[in-house]
C-alpha cells in the first residue's frame, strides 16, 4: 500500500504562482511514477504532467506547458508541480496519483492504482 498527502493548494490571483507537494509514503516498490491531475467543477479529472522514476521521463498537458513544472526529490520522495502565471483555467482540485503505468497510460487515471485526497487550487482576481 502506498499512501500519498499533498499540500499546498490556495488561492492566486491571475499570473501568480503556486507549489505543490505529494509526499509518499509505504511500499515504494509498488510505484514507478508519480503524477498530477486536476479536476475543475463539473468537469471529469483531467491529466496535467507526470514523472516516471526509472527514466526520468517527464510528460505535460499541453494546456499547462512551459507554465507547470514537475520534479522530485529522490531523498524524501516527495513529488512536488512548480505552477507559474497560473489562469482562471486552472483552479481546480489537483490530485496526486501514483502506480505503475504502462507507457500508453501514463496520462490517463487507469494508469494509477494510488491517489491523494486532493488539495484546492482558486486563481481568481
Known amino acids: 500500500q502506498v499512501q500519498l498527502m499533498e499540500s499546498g493548494g490556495g488561492l492566486v490571483q491571475p499570473g501568480g504562482s503556486l507549489r505543490l507537494s505529494c509526499s509518499a509514503s509505504?511500499?515504494?516498490?509498488?510505484?514507478?511514477?508519480m503524477a498530477w491531475f486536476r479536476q475543475a467543477p463539473g468537469q471529469e479529472r483531467e491529466f496535467v504532467s507526470t514523472l516516471r522514476w526509472s527514466t526520468g521521463h517527464i510528460y505535460y498537458a499541453d494546456a499547462v506547458k512551459g507554465r507547470f513544472t514537475i520534479s522530485r526529490d529522490r531523498s524524501t520522495s516527495v513529488v512536488s508541480l512548480q505552477m507559474n502565471n497560473l489562469e482562471p483555467a486552472d483552479t481546480g482540485v489537483y490530485y496526486c496519483?501514483?502506480?505503475?503505468?504502462?507507457?500508453?497510460?501514463?496520462?490517463?487515471?487507469?494508469?494509477?492504482?494510488?491517489w491523494g485526497q486532493g488539495t484546492q487550487v482558486t486563481v481568481s482576481s
Open positions: 509505504g511500499s515504494g516498490s509498488s510505484i514507478n511514477a
Open positions: 496519483a501514483a502506480g505503475r503505468p504502462i507507457v500508453s497510460s501514463m496520462a490517463t487515471m487507469v494508469g494509477y492504482r494510488y
